[in-house]
């Protein structure tokens, strides 16, 4: 074999976590904390019942607050979600901002919950007509 002076060399470096794949840590709680899923729906509640109903239009756009700190929008059709909380107490605040008129939130759009460590716990928030 004769030596080439243009020859050139290809370095490639593999690097292997133990922890690839994993999830970071949840909102509020620490790596490899116990966690849990919030999802829900901020809706127009036009029988004021409380539930969201069959014919009863989800709120979009609007900002939701987790615990004050972390902060979602809902989707065309008003829902929201936060995968991955740390289990135990938490807040949702719904910001009034973008609510069509004349709706209000209940409560102020203030609910308190409890999730369960691998959980999934569901929100409903409504808003009411204003009379």
Do not use: C, K
């Amino acid at each position: 074999p004769q030596e080439r002076i243009n020859d050139r060399g290809v370095m490639m470096m593999v690097r292997y976590e133990t922890r690839a794949g994993t999830m970071a840590a949840p909102l509020g709680g620490n790596i490899g904390g116990g966690a849990g899923r919030v999802t829900g729906y901020v809706f127009l509640d036009g029988n004021e019942d409380g539930r969201m109903a069959a014919g009863e239009q989800g709120a979009a756009n609007v900002t939701v607050v987790l615990n004050g700190r972390w902060s979602v929008r809902t989707d065309g059709q008003g829902r929201f979600d936060f995968p991955s909380i740390a289990a135990g107490t938490h807040t949702i605040t719904v910001m009034p901002d973008n609510l069509p008129l004349p709706w209000a939130l209940v409560n102020d759009g203030r609910v308190q919950f409890d999730v369960p460590v691998r959980g999934t716990v569901n929100v409903d928030i409504p808003a009411q007509r204003i009379r």
